[in-house]
């Protein structure tokens, strides 16, 4: 029984398009994260939110906003995607934001060609 | 400038044995370190976590910090092939509690 539902498990994209990923968690956490994990870059943190708030942003492309509508809530979407974007999204949470543990959704993985 | 090194990249262990996995950070404001096991296909699981100086062991796993090298070690007694995986080690930052990830190291235990 997942407790961090990323949507969808798998997306592929044409180069240009844009697409939004989905992330919700059931723990009750505050904090919540997007990391990247590609060949090339084994496990990339992107961004970090707390109580709805940005916290943290090590995402150098305008094209990637985290979108949170819901404290459960935070959603990734993508612009003008190009086959270099191809990855694995895990969205994290943790119970706050400071030395705790991070609880991993299973990722979206995806493709664009 | 990766932050969090990790060796080695890939180990290969027999069956019953010991792997013995190395993290350093280069970020003096770094306190507390996590070790992660991801297996194949999957999402990285917290293994371990360690924030004072010594020795922390559960079950077959132990974990060693030296605060003064910022380096810290995971050991694996008795390896099972379901070890088999990447361990990636982080290390989070004392201000901002950013978790920063190593590149990992691909263990196979052989059978």
């Known amino acids: 029984d997942p407790k961090i539902i990323q949507k969808p498990k798998y997306l592929v994209a044409v180069t240009g398009s844009e697409k939004i990923l989905i992330c919700e968690q059931y723990?009750?956490?505050?904090?919540m994260y997007w990391y990247r994990q590609s060949a090339k870059k084994p496990l990339e943190f992107m961004f970090s939110?707390?109580?709805?708030?940005?916290?943290d942003n090590q995402t150098a492309s305008s094209r990637f906003q985290p979108q949170s509508s819901k404290k459960n809530h935070l959603d990734l979407q993508i612009t003008a995607l190009k086959p270099d974007d191809s990855a694995t999204y895990f969205c994290a949470s943790s119970p706050g934001q400071s030395n705790e543990r991070l609880f991993f959704g299973h990722g979206t993985k995806l493709s664009v060609l | 400038q990766q932050k969090v090194q990790q060796s080695p990249e890939s180990l290969i262990v027999p069956e019953g044995g010991m792997a013995s996995l190395n993290c350093t950070s280069s970020d003096r404001n770094v306190d507390y370190f996590w070790w992660y096991r991801q297996h194949s296909g999957k999402s990285p699981k917290m293994l371990m976590?360690?924030?004072?100086?010594g020795e922390k062991e559960e079950g077959r796993f132990t974990v060693h910090l030296n605060k003064a090298s910022l380096h810290t070690s995971l050991h694996i007694r008795d390896s099972q092939p379901s070890d088999s995986a990447l361990y990636l080690c982080a290390a989070s930052d004392t201000n901002t509690g950013k978790l920063t990830f190593g590149d990992g190291t691909v263990l196979t235990v052989k059978p």
């Open positions: 976590s360690i924030f004072s100086n």
């Open positions: 939110y707390s109580y709805q708030k940005l916290m």
């Open positions: 723990l009750g956490h505050n904090a």
